[in-house]
């Protein structure tokens, strides 16, 4: 389906206008190399680093439950919910870890 604005003279104008309307959105974690280790290494356990892994209510690299993620299995959701839940549940990532070492789950 191609994508037509006012203005727009060529068919080249009509895939970059087309191209530009779809964004990627990104999610950039800002986290100290030791949080960051600690973050990967839960991701490492819970799903390989899978972000399709999915066991029972659980899904994504970071095996949170399907509910949190409010229906959206994106890269940049599933790092962002990740983060928000280790922040209110733990505090820091290598707290959850901490907890992960004693316990087989964060």
Do not use: F
Request: hydrophobic content about 30%; glycine content about 8%.
């Amino acid at each position: 389906m191609a994508l037509t604005l006012p203005g727009l003279t060529t068919a080249t104008d009509s895939v970059t206008a087309q191209a530009a309307t779809k964004t990627k959105v990104v999610y950039v974690s800002k986290l100290s190399k030791k949080q960051a280790a600690a973050k990967a290494w839960i991701a490492k356990r819970e799903s390989g680093g899978n972000y399709r892994a999915r066991n029972g209510i659980y899904y994504g690299k970071y095996q949170l439950t399907i509910s949190m993620l409010h229906g959206d299995y994106s890269k940049a959701n599933q790092e962002k919910t990740a983060d928000r839940y280790t922040h209110h549940r733990y505090g820091t990532w290598t707290k959850a870890k901490r907890h992960w070492l004693s316990h087989g789950w964060y």
